[in-house]
Structure formats: C-alpha cells, structure tokens
C-alpha cells in the first residue's frame, strides 16, 4: 500500500518543475543544469534528467528521485518529504503510511509539547501584571500579543516542567525538547529555561507548528542573558531557522524582497505596521542556509539591523555574503532608534520612508566609505579603495563593475584608467578564493563508466544489438555487472540503479533530443575502440610486470 502510494506520487510530479522553485534550470542536452541548490559553488554540477526523473550532483557525487531531493533540500526526512509533495499536489497520504517510525513519533511528540507549553505560557501571561505592563510600555497591543501568541515563562523556577508532567509528558520529553533542563548540581531536578521572560514561539515555515521560543529577560537581572532561545533539537536547526518566515514567506515573494532584522521583537513590531515581509535569525548570526533559504523566494535583501556597532559589521558581513550569493543587498540604516522596534515606536512613518529609500548595498558604502576614509590624501584614498574593492570584487555583473569604477573615479576625482589599474591590482592581489565559495570538483567516471551511461542513454538505438559478447571489452567488474543485468533484465540493487542513472544523466546532458543515428554510431565506435585500446595496454602492462618477476 505504502509503495504503491509512493510510486503513484512520484508518476504525478515532475522533478524538473519542482526543481525549479529552488534553482534556475537551463537546458544541456537532453537534461537541465544549474548550480547546486544545496551550496554554494561557480561551476554549475547539478543536472535533472526529465527523462528518468532523477537529480545528480557532480559536485557532491550523489543523486535521487523527488523524494530525495526534497528530503535534502528541506533538511526533512522521507515521510516529511512525502506529506509535502502530497500536500502540494493534493492527495491524502494513507493514515498507515510510516507508523512505527521513532524519528517521526518524537518530533510530533515535540510539537505537541510546544502548543501545551505555549498554552501555559499565554496563561502565566494573562496573570502576570509586570508582563503585561512590559509589553504595553513597548507598545505591544492585546491583538498582537493573540496573534503572534506571545506568552510569559511564569515565577516559578519549575512551573512549566510541573504543568507538563501533569499533562502526561514524561522529563526526557520535557528536556529533549529544550523547555526545561536537568540541573547539573543539588537535586537535580529538571527546571524550566524560560521563567521569568516574555515568550515568543518560533515556527516551522511550511505549517506553523512551534519549534521552539525565545524568552526576554524584563526585570534586570543581572548575569543572566537578555535573550536566550530553545537549545537545537529535532524539529529546530538554528543555522536554517528565520523567525517569522512562516507568516512571511508568501509576503516576500509578492512583493520580491525581505526585509531581514535582527531580533524577534524587530520582527513582530515591523509586521504590525504592515512591513510582513520581515524576518530576523534565530539566536545565531547569518548563514549560508539562511540565504539559500530566502534565495527560493527572492533575490532582494533589505538589511535593517541594530544601529550599535555589533549591527553595523552584521551589515558588512551580511552584504559580503549575499553578494557571494548572487543577491541583490540594500540597506536600511536605522537613524532614529536603536533598531527597528524602537522606530516603530517613535516613528513608523519614518521607516517606510527608509525602506522605500534604501539604497542598493554598493552605493550605500561608496559613500560611508568615502566619509570615512577620504581626507585629501593619498594614504586615505588607498584605505578607501581597499575597503571598498573588498565588497565590489564581490560583484558577479561586470557592467555594474565598471558603473562603480567610474563612480570612484568620479568621486576621487581620478582617471577611470587609473581606478581600473588599481582594481585590478587589488583583485590579483586577493585572488584567494572565498572560504564558503569553492570551485566546484566535477565528479569523473571511467571511460567505461561513461560507455554504460551512454548505452542506457540510447538503449533504443543500441539494445536489441547488444549480447554479452560485448562484455569481453571491460576491464572494471561495476560497470561490466550493471550493462549485464541490463542484458539479461535483471533487477538492479538501489546502488546499482543510482550508480546506472549517474552514468546516464551524464551523457544525456551532452547530447540534444533529436541526435541523428549516424552521430550516435560513431560515438559507439568512438567509445570501442578507445576502450578496446585501454585494454590491449593493461594487458601489455601486466605481461611486463610477469616479465619482471
């Protein structure tokens, strides 16, 4: 039932339209290739057979079906991945299908611990005078507070480990899922994370559920962190988490660009005035799954972060990285306020009118930049045009390259000759590649790995042709293995059929769909005699070796 459920969903999707939601695809022969959607790399190695619906990374030396790649792409496991293509393509998945399955039993188990603890939360809230006063000082309305489901830990040191014991749910369960922990001095008893704190649940961007809180300190006490979140734990990975994105996501996409904070109140306060395209990290700095992430929905990043020092290097890093990412980077500088919550506060006029305005990220350190080093000497026109060639080599379009070199030399008043010079100067200088953007290494077959792709490839021009005296070529046990089972229609084992589809998918990108049979005879010869070739010298190699001994 299960398998034939699977087997049904896959027949009814088409990986390369799936595909396409996560990476750009261009036609290479009978396929589709484009940069792997699962890092960051130059050289595109990621192809998608429409034919066989089956994805492979070069790169990585791996592939699968549509399942696989979802499971990989949504760092989700295989019945996730199923209740998500069935979801999308309308179908009710069996209510048998995956039981008995441990993963999956803890992670619901999780998830419903979430929205029992949430409900104590709201309930502590709803009783808590100084937490109630907190959120109205910060302008927090009772409509906000309901819709974003922010609650408060309570004053009691285990109030919420007691609540969930009550409600059946065992202290593993309750320190597995990071609301509580285990003291690791006295008693050791498990006591509740999160007392004392304003909380705000974070969600899992396809469905909602809580995958963990983040709790805010409000009464001043002192060596204790201001906030603190849910430590890692089956449903939640801090490094591919985004605060908001649940309620955001569809947002971004209709009006084609994120505006990415740095708390979660920034979060909450810029979806009350409107701005619900926004988004902020979860108790880590920005990574490269952050913007793979967002690089789904939009090309077009809005950096409006803290006004301190820490926000304005979290800007730099932040732009260096999208522009390694191929993303388009603005910037919203917070003038009137601390970050975006405290505008809201004083002036959310104001900032609409910095989002509208927010200039393109290049621009925006062109001239801080500039401000900063350039004082009518030639010691700080140096600093300036190394701090600022450091983000432009960055720059993937060469025409908007040569627009800022004459921007520079414009504003040093400079030969644009001379800018160039010293841009080139700088990009030999540095031309270390960046630690996150490695060259791409093409994975590589044998010659009679090759050959195999390339008879399964054309199986209907070559297969009734073919009888295992062609066997006799090969040196290399695998590929001579898998071409005769394929003789013999055999039933490939699940390496075997991966290994086959790699090979396959590597000359089908080489060859277009209406490739003439002559074209394809002289390949096929191509491909004997070489192999044949390749032979005769080992066997030259080896009789020369006995010779010896």
Aim: charged share 30%; proline share 3%; glycine share 6%.
């Amino acid at each position: 039932m299960n398998n034939r459920f699977v087997e049904d969903l896959k027949n009814r999707i088409n990986l390369v339209e799936i595909v396409q939601k996560y990476a750009e695809l261009k036609k290479s022969g009978k396929n589709y290739m484009c940069r792997s959607p699962f890092r960051n790399e130059r050289t595109p190695s990621f192809s998608v057979s429409p034919e066989r619906q089956f994805w492979y990374d070069f790169g990585a030396g791996e592939g699968g079906d549509v399942i696989s790649f979802i499971e990989k792409i949504e760092n989700i496991n295989f019945q996730e991945a199923v209740e998500f293509l069935a979801s999308m393509n309308g179908l009710e998945v069996p209510k048998n299908f995956g039981q008995n399955k441990k993963t999956v039993k803890e992670k619901k188990d999780i998830f419903q611990l979430h929205e029992v603890a949430n409900e104590y939360f709201c309930d502590q809230l709803k009783n808590n005078s100084d937490a109630q006063e907190y959120l109205k000082n910060r302008k927090i309305s009772q409509e906000t507070i309901k819709n974003w489901a922010i609650g408060f830990g309570g004053m009691t040191k285990d109030g919420l480990s007691k609540f969930l014991l009550s409600k059946g749910f065992s202290e593993k369960q309750i320190s597995d899922s990071g609301v509580a922990f285990e003291r690791s001095f006295g008693d050791k008893k498990i006591k509740d994370r999160f007392d004392s704190r304003i909380i705000v649940p974070i969600c899992e961007p396809r469905d909602g559920k809580i995958i963990a809180f983040s709790g805010r300190e409000i009464f001043g006490k002192k060596n204790v962190g201001k906030y603190i979140n849910s430590p890692e734990n089956s449903v939640y990975h801090k490094s591919s988490t985004l605060m908001g994105f649940d309620r955001a996501k569809k947002i971004i996409s209709e009006k084609d660009f994120v505006i990415l904070v740095e708390g979660n109140f920034d979060v909450i306060a810029a979806h009350s005035v409107g701005h619900k395209n926004t988004v902020a990290t979860c108790g880590t700095s920005l990574t490269e799954d952050h913007l793979r992430i967002l690089k789904r929905w939009t090309k077009n990043i809005y950096f409006a972060f803290d006004s301190d020092l820490a926000g304005k290097k979290a800007i730099i890093r932040g732009t260096e990285m999208a522009l390694k990412f191929e993303l388009n980077p603005f910037i919203v500088e917070i003038i009137d306020g601390k970050d975006i919550d405290d505008l809201v506060q004083k002036n959310p006029e104001k900032l609409q009118k910095l989002i509208d305005e927010a200039p393109p990220a290049l621009e925006f350190f062109l001239d801080k930049f500039g401000q900063k080093y350039l004082d009518n000497t030639i010691d700080g026109e140096k600093k300036f045009l190394d701090a600022y060639f450091f983000l432009l080599k960055l720059c993937g379009r060469p025409i908007e390259i040569d627009d800022f070199l004459q921007k520079i030399a414009q504003k040093i008043q400079r030969n644009k000759n001379i800018i160039e010079q010293e841009f080139q100067k700088f990009c030999l200088k540095n031309k270390q590649k960046p630690k996150f953007v490695k060259e791409t290494k093409i994975k590589k077959f044998s010659r009679e790995e090759y050959f195999v792709g390339f008879l399964f490839c054309f199986w209907d021009t070559f297969g009734d042709k073919l009888n295992e005296k062609i066997l006799e070529i090969f040196c290399e046990e695998t590929p001579k293995k898998i071409l005769q089972k394929k003789l013999n229609q055999e039933n490939f084992s699940e390496e075997e059929k991966a290994l086959a589809n790699s090979w396959e998918i590597s000359q089908s990108n080489l060859y277009h769909e209406n490739i003439s049979a002559d074209v394809l005879k002289t390949d096929f010869s191509l491909f004997l005699e070489k192999i044949k070739n390749e032979k005769i010298k080992l066997q030259r190699l080896e009789n020369a070796r006995q010779l010896k001994i």
